[in-house]
């Protein structure tokens, strides 16, 4: 029998997960700087959207997905560059 690797995770945990992989691939491919800077963006907004985002705010998750895999696709873009970001942040009563 084969050990446990840790809780099982749900379908909306894995999409998470996978997108935050998705980044830090997505950063090798850019310079040193660059790479760095995407990293910690995308360290902190994940690590702070995990704070304070309520758990069971399916919707609102599944908002933050679609938006992080829309900006994925720009930074895996060739012709992107560099990062730059607009910082907006939501209180819980009024998400977008």
Not at 2 to 17: E, I, T
Not at 45 to 58: I, P, Q, T
Not at 77 to 95: D, H, I, M, W, Y
């Amino acid at each position: 029998m084969g050990a446990s690797r840790g809780p099982r995770l749900s379908g909306m945990q894995k999409q998470v997960l996978a997108l935050y992989r998705g980044f830090l691939r997505a950063a090798r491919s850019k310079s040193p700087e660059d790479r760095h800077r995407i990293e910690s963006f995308v360290s902190a907004e994940f690590r702070c959207n995990s704070k304070l985002v309520d758990l069971k705010n399916f919707l609102y998750i599944e908002y933050l997905i679609r938006r992080g895999k829309k900006q994925l696709e720009q930074i895996n873009s060739p012709a992107t560059l560099g990062l730059s970001s607009l910082n907006l942040r939501f209180s819980e009563n009024q998400k977008p």
